[in-house]
């Protein structure tokens, strides 16, 4: 089923900036799914328009069939949450517990549902502990985990996030990619993250789309859209480094590769396949391929 579903966008700022040039896109529930695009090809624009942040000027953006020009932004809200680049645009209350609470507050929910809420998106992001901390005094990956928990207590089918690894350090990259995939298999949200971490995408994403000048230029799986090398060259746009690695084996060292690894994990069993075929090394061990 189709939950969101852009057609056709045209978008202009107030400057004359022509950001979004007829930018089509379909989402199906539960996927997760990265937008990539250099600096400008409009990701931040696009995912705007899918929780009605930005008004529409010309086509149509649905969820789950109804266009959002009749829907009101209450349900919008509700069922799209969007998290934001800078942590410090999105947090404002003076306590991490007051802030994840505003949402739901809105919602007009009872104060035990509201708490309810409240502790159990603190427990998914792994923030429990601090909920009576004021929110300044926060880490920014902190930060960022209970900008996630505030969307996450709105209870969404479809979470947005904007960038959500930068700025983070590599294990903070990892543990937020690893709560992100939970959510999406465990909780069945929807998920759909613009990010320039190429690197994470083949390994926590089923679907991925390039946009480039306002455009959505690709889409399909990781494996689908990287293997069109060229094309993604026009478009500004590198493959993983374990790939392009991978890639000067093939091409320049002419070790044939039936298809290009994209991560560690399938770079990793190729050369044990390649170096145990040379009888390079004796590894039997059966466990270590199917990693
Ligand atoms: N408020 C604004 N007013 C005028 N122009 C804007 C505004 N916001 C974005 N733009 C312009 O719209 C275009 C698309 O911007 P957008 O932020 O959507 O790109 P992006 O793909 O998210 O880029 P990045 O990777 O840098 O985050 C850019 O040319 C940008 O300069
Ligand atoms: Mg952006």
């Known amino acids: 089923m189709v939950i969101l579903q852009a057609k056709n966008i045209h978008y202009t700022y107030q400057d004359g900036t022509h950001a979004l040039r007829g930018a089509n ?38 969820l789950d069939g109804k266009s959002l020009r009749n829907c009101p932004s ?13 942590p410090n645009d999105q947090l404002f209350a003076q306590t991490v517990r007051e802030d994840v609470a505003f949402g ?21 992001v792994n923030m429990s502990n601090y909920g009576g901390k004021s929110v300044g ?12 928990a505030g969307v ?28 992100l995939q939970k959510l999406n298999a465990e909780c069945g949200i929807t998920i759909i993250m613009a990010t320039n971490s190429i690197d994470v995408v083949p390994v926590y994403m089923s679907r991925m789309a390039v946009m480039y000048e306002g455009k959505v230029v690709h889409e399909g799986t990781p494996e689908n859209v990287f293997s069109k ?16 690695l991978m890639r000067l084996l093939r091409d320049k060292d002419k070790i044939p590769m039936e298809k290009l690894p994209l991560t560690i ?7 044990i396949r390649k170096l145990n075929e040379n009888h390079a090394i004796k590894l039997t061990s059966s466990d270590v391929l199917k990693e």
């Open 74 to 86: 209450r349900e919008i809200v509700q069922r799209v949450g969007i998290v934001f680049q800078d």
């Open 265 to 271: 994990g399938e770079a990793r069993n190729f050369l």
């Open 137 to 148: 005094y926060l880490s920014y990956g902190q930060k960022k985990r209970v900008c996630i």
């Open 104 to 124: 739901p507050m809105n919602l007009g929910l009872a104060k035990e549902e509201i708490e309810q809420r409240v502790e159990d998106a603190l427990a998914l």
């Open 25 to 62: 896109m379909k989402i199906e529930q539960g996927e997760f799914l990265a937008i990539l695009g250099p600096n400008g090809s409009g990701k931040t624009t696009l995912l705007k328009h899918f929780n009605g942040l930005i008004k529409i000027q010309e086509g149509e953006v649905f």
């Open 229 to 244: 090398i060229e094309e993604l060259e026009e478009v500004y746009l590198e493959l993983p480094q374990i790939a392009q």
């Open 152 to 179: 996450l207590a709105m209870k969404p089918e479809v979470l947005l996030l904007d960038e959500p690894t930068s700025g983070l350090d590599p294990a903070g990259v990892t543990h937020l990619m690893r709560l």
